[in-house]
């Protein structure tokens, strides 16, 4: 059974810093994109970060460049979000996601592109 589990998620003052973290079961993750969705309350679900499968095709959405960081986890089939100068709109619940990828194995980061979602998880920056 193919699973997905976020964990790390928070409330945090803006310019703080959280990780978040995926583990999957039932698959090997190393095979597959995978990437960080967020959706905030009336806006639709959008693509924040993904990766393909070899760790250099990592794609940021331009809202977080510079300040997000995918990579997979030193523990086995994780993959990991760190999440630096939060700044309030970036309040949303996170949820990661096997992915589609294109023919030159770029990661597809757009939610209708998702295969596999996890529950998600809330992430509130507030002062």
């Known amino acids: 059974q193919v699973q997905l589990v976020e964990s790390g998620g928070g409330l945090v003052q803006p310019g703080g810093s959280l990780r978040l973290s995926c583990a999957a079961s039932g698959f090997t993750l190393g095979y597959y994109a995978i990437g960080w969705f967020r959706q905030a309350p009336g806006k639709e679900r959008e693509g924040v970060s993904c990766m393909g499968s070899s760790d250099d095709s990592a794609y940021y959405s331009d809202s977080v460049k510079g300040r997000f960081t995918i990579s997979r986890g030193t523990a086995k089939n994780t993959v990991s979000l760190q999440m630096n100068s939060l700044k309030p709109e970036d309040t949303a619940i996170y949820y990661c996601?096997?992915?589609?990828?294109?023919?030159?194995?770029?990661?597809?980061?757009?939610?209708?592109?998702?295969?596999?979602w996890g529950q998600g998880t809330q992430v509130t920056v507030s002062s």
């Open positions: 996601a096997v992915t589609r990828t294109s023919s030159h194995n770029v990661p597809l980061c757009t939610a209708t592109m998702a295969l596999a």
